[in-house]
């Protein structure tokens, strides 16, 4: 890194991402932006910030957002690339929100959005699937989807109910054993 | 004015339960905004989830058109800063102190046991967003089979070919115009 980079700049570099990247893959983005194009970070720091990004709850792109505009400009830094990340974005479903209160009761429009929900349906459980490919194949991995699934959807745990009460289970379960030397 | 602190709760807790990415919090926000607090109807979330995925950036900005819904430009701009920022802060604050807790063996542990949990949630993200846009019990059977076929081949295609999803929806959008017309 040479010079230190404005907020501003940050911002356009991350509203970039923001206008084009259309069907999600943010954090694929995110690495040409700051690996690739612009230099700001190396490999190593981005898989860092990823990591602290999928650790903690929020957004995974967000949050490397957050950490890549914090180790380059401070706190503005760290404004100036989420908002630019998310407000092309906002702006665009504000528009798609107002066309949509305007038409929905048109049967073309409304014929055309239940395709579009119904696609979108599809996209998720295609991205569970392929997130979750090794936990649906471990037993005891399977056994929790199974027990959060059924909590939820048939006796309407709550999140937090969830999280507090589940987790901690599985997290239990995976503890780190003193048999095993650390890498 | 009551709605906007019930907005800024509901979105506040959501963001900080928000544990491997957005998508683990859908079934917790179609039953808070849907059922709880009637800011939008089961079809209207189902729409502003689907639009959320279209268009660029973090895909969880649909929270901005639940806002809209419930309270207007308000609502909107308390339902973006309340579902992005805390966990922005925890982010922010916890880049500082990460190096430390790095090849802690918990933290492995902690991964581990979540991904099941994390996987469950997003199923039931997939019911929570199926269950109007797949299999809604006010539309006849021919709509809800064609959509739920519209949304299985999208899975389909996906694992099978590297295709922009936003692509996909618009597809499934204008079949959907074709087939789900007058049904």
Redesign the interface.
């Known amino acids: 890194m040479n010079s230190a980079p404005s907020p501003r700049e940050i911002f356009l570099a991350f509203a970039r991402?923001?206008?084009?990247?259309?069907?999600?893959g943010?954090v694929a983005y995110l690495r040409d932006v700051l690996v690739t194009d612009k230099k700001w970070m190396d490999e190593e720091e981005f898989l860092?910030?990823l990591e602290?990004?999928?650790?903690?709850?929020?957004?995974?792109?967000?949050?490397v957002a957050?950490?890549a505009g914090?180790k380059l400009a401070g706190?503005a830094g760290?404004i100036a690339a989420?908002t630019g990340?998310?407000?092309?974005?906002?702006i665009?479903?504000?528009i798609?929100?107002v066309l949509?209160q305007r038409f929905?009761h048109n049967?073309?429009v409304a014929?055309?959005?239940?395709?579009?929900?119904?696609?979108?349906?599809?996209?998720?459980?295609?991205?569970?699937?392929?997130?979750?490919a090794?936990?649906?194949l471990?037993p005891?991995?399977?056994?929790?989807?199974?027990?959060?699934?059924v909590l939820?959807?048939f006796f309407?745990a709550?999140?937090?109910a969830?999280?507090f009460l589940?987790?901690p289970f599985?997290?239990?379960?995976?503890?780190?054993r003193k048999t095993?030397p650390?890498p | 004015m009551s709605d906007l602190v019930r907005i800024l709760n509901v979105f506040c807790l959501l963001s900080l339960l928000a544990v491997g990415g957005g998508s683990a919090v859908l079934p917790e926000m179609e039953r808070e905004t849907v059922a709880d607090h009637k800011w939008v109807t089961g079809e209207q979330f189902a729409t502003i989830y689907s639009l959320g995925q279209m268009a660029p950036g973090p895909n969880m900005s649909m929270v901005a058109l639940i806002g809209w819904q419930a309270a207007g430009t308000a609502g909107l701009l308390v339902a973006l800063v309340a579902f992005y920022l805390p966990s922005s802060f925890l982010t922010y604050g916890a880049s500082y102190v990460w190096d430390h807790f790095r090849g802690n063996p918990w933290r492995t542990a902690v991964q581990a046991g979540m991904a099941p949990v994390t996987i469950g949630l997003m199923l039931a993200g997939v019911h929570a967003v199926g269950k109007t846009a797949w299999i809604n019990p006010e539309h006849s059977l021919r709509f809800n089979t064609t959509a739920t076929l519209i949304g299985l081949a999208v899975t389909g295609i996906l694992f099978a070919k590297r295709i922009n999803p936003a692509l996909l929806m618009l597809i499934g959008g204008a079949v959907g115009w074709f087939l789900l017309r007058g049904n």
Do not use: E
């Not at chain 1, 602290?52 to 949050?63: A, D, F, K």
């Not at chain 1, 991995?141 to 699934?149: C, G, K, S």
């Open positions: 991402i923001g206008v084009t990247s259309f069907g999600g943010l860092g910030a602290i990004g999928q650790t903690l709850p929020g957004l995974n792109s967000v949050n957050i950490i914090r706190p760290a989420a990340l998310i407000l092309p974005g906002v665009l479903l504000l798609l929100g949509y929905r049967p073309d014929a055309a959005l239940a395709g579009v929900a119904a696609a979108a349906v599809g996209l998720l459980l295609q991205v569970t699937l392929k997130i979750g090794k936990q649906f471990n005891r991995d399977l056994a929790f989807i199974v027990l959060t699934f939820v959807v309407r709550s999140l937090p969830v999280l589940v987790a599985a997290i239990i379960l995976c503890r780190p095993t650390s």
